[in-house]
């Protein structure tokens, strides 16, 4: 189960969304405990039928309020608060209604204002829930940020990642994490990959040691977070191991928190140039992004040249 605290997200986003706290104690959890619910669940608009949600009040449920009986009103509260929903948040600068404030009170429901759009709010907690609570793993390898695509860089042991990202780096591209990569499922396909707080910035090098990236590449050299797109496996050749497939019609994939990932093996032997083969994977990969595939456009220019030899 993966969870956090109403009191943990006051204190993260309180001052961003300008929240004011007015009643009720916020200890209430907010968790994920099945595999079909998504953490950006979690918060909505008032809804009965989603009463378990952190509730959010704007102008348009505050107008409809106003216009209902007052024991239509109290009734819908009070539905809601048995539920015992982890907050209420009133938006849009809305005056808390009384009837709202003495139900959150008596059933001692954290209940906050803040003077910005009720649309905002749900989608700024929605954002800041999908990572607080999202499905989290740790894989050993480096992850770099080349030509803006996130690319994090596995295989064997010895096969020389550190120092391909050294090399990567000093062509203009971005470290993310080196040794340890934190990832993390933002959504349903999205893979944002972090670097632990104890390695930023810091990259290993047999031989020379721990090289601080910040320090001598300068600010541009670091990212702070990527979407992963491509796993590229660094795999050292072995005598007598037979040759990779030279012109692969599938493509590859890895698994990482349920989310397929695009693949490359990459041979690592004496004098092959990693960096240049790496950016064009990248180069590849980004070219299939958009629906390009050169593999593909060979394979059809070789049938069409077959056909128009044997016509028959």
Not at 139 to 159: K, N, P, R, Y
Request: with cysteine; net charge neutral; aromatic share 4%.
């Amino acid at each position: 189960m993966r969870q956090t605290s109403v009191t943990r997200l006051f204190e993260q986003v309180a001052e961003r969304l300008e929240l004011t706290h007015v009643c009720g104690t916020p200890d209430r959890v907010l968790s994920v405990s099945e595999e079909r619910v998504w953490p950006a669940d979690l918060v909505g608009h008032l809804n009965l039928i989603h009463p378990e949600r952190l509730q959010i009040l704007g102008a348009a449920e505050v107008a409809w309020a106003r216009r209902q009986a007052a024991r239509k009103v109290a009734h819908y509260v009070t539905e809601i608060l048995h539920a015992r929903p982890p907050a209420m948040i009133v938006a849009d600068g809305c005056e808390v209604p009384g009837l709202v404030e003495s139900h959150c009170r008596e059933a001692n429901v954290a209940l906050f204002t803040t003077p910005q759009p009720a649309a905002s709010i749900v989608d700024q907690l929605r954002l800041y829930l999908s990572r607080e609570l999202a499905e989290r793993t740790s894989l050993h390898g480096v992850f770099m940020d080349v030509l803006g695509l996130g690319v994090f860089i596995t295989g064997d042991s010895g096969a020389g990642k550190s120092e391909l990202a050294l090399e990567l780096i000093s062509r203009g591209h971005g470290l993310v994490a080196d040794d340890m990569v934190e990832f993390s499922r933002v959504a349903p396909t999205v893979l944002e990959g972090r670097c632990p707080e104890l390695l930023k910035n810091y990259l290993e090098v047999r031989g020379i040691g721990i090289l601080n990236i910040r320090t001598i590449f300068g600010e541009t050299a670091c990212r702070r977070k990527m979407r992963l797109k491509l796993v590229v496996y660094l795999q050292r050749r072995t005598p007598g191991e037979g040759d990779p497939t030279r012109l692969p019609i599938e493509q590859d994939t890895m698994e990482i928190l349920g989310v397929p990932v695009r693949k490359m093996v990459i041979p690592v032997a004496a004098g092959r140039n990693i960096a240049v083969l790496l950016e064009a994977a990248v180069r590849t990969t980004i070219l299939q992004l958009r629906g390009i595939d050169t593999t593909q456009e060979f394979i059809a220019r070789q049938r069409a040249l077959l056909i128009s030899d044997n016509p028959e």
